[in-house]
């Protein structure tokens, strides 16, 4: 169903406490590890520079065939927030550029995941807003031209890259891939990532010592 728009609840403080953790090396990947490997959407959809970004998810509908610029999102995003677009995994037509983008940045949305396209990446790597997308192409919608804002619903449960999401769930983001977190388990998935980033930090400092396969299966059971 479009035009439905409606709100989700910020958690800044449990926000800060996935930003800590999200700190360490490949944090998608400490955070997929965290759910047995679960919420880790489709390995196309990636940034098309490095970054990494971690925020709360305010979803977007929009209807395959007849798409258009998420703009209403970006008017209703706030600070933390990540915009994670169903765009039906369409390649060929574009739901976000660099003017969207540093738009977004204003509001202090930290960036787009999009089940779908991408464009303008050489302006949006230059202003740091970064956006993941299956494909990057010129083609974009017919917003600009049209004045149509409304074709779309916003903070509705979505899929995007394979992965049923909520609004106000929890996204890693990284240059590896995306990880979600569902907000109904994300305090008790934070925690779990922090042992395990700190089990995977403490495993690397032996590494770094030397130290045989034998050892390290000796002294943690497993990699």
């Known amino acids: 169903m479009l035009k439905v728009f409606n709100d989700f609840e910020r958690q800044p403080v449990l926000l800060a406490k996935f930003e800590e953790v999200a ?12 759910q047995y490997r679960q919420g880790v959407m489709d ?55 660099g003017l969207m983008g540093g738009l977004a940045r204003n509001r202090g949305i930290r960036g787009m995941i999009i089940d779908g396209s991408g464009r ?19 083609r974009g919608t017919h ?3 049209s004045g149509r804002k409304d074709e ?30 569902p907000v109904a388990s994300a305090e008790t998935v934070v925690e779990l990532a922090r042992e395990q980033a700190a089990r995977e930090q403490k495993t690397r400092e032996w590494v770094a010592q030397g130290k045989t396969l034998e050892e390290l299966l000796n002294e943690f059971g497993r990699l």
């Open 152 to 181: 779309l619903s916003i903070n509705v449960p979505i899929q995007c890259g394979g992965v049923p999401i909520n609004p106000g769930d929890f996204v890693v983001a990284d240059t590896i891939g995306v990880t979600v977190v």
């Open 43 to 97: 390995s196309e959809i990636k940034p098309p520079f490095p970054a990494r970004i971690v925020g709360q998810a305010l979803t977007v509908q929009l209807s395959p065939g007849d798409l258009v610029d998420p703009l209403r999102a970006i008017e209703m995003g706030r600070d933390g927030d990540i915009i994670v677009v169903d765009a039906g995994g369409d390649r060929q037509t574009s739901v976000c550029g």
């Open 143 to 145: 917003t600009m031209y």
């Open 23 to 34: 700190k360490c090396y490949s944090a998608s990947c400490v955070f997929a590890d965290a």
């Open 120 to 138: 303008d990446i050489d302006e949006l790597e230059a202003i740091g807003w970064p956006i993941w997308a299956r494909a990057i192409t010129a």
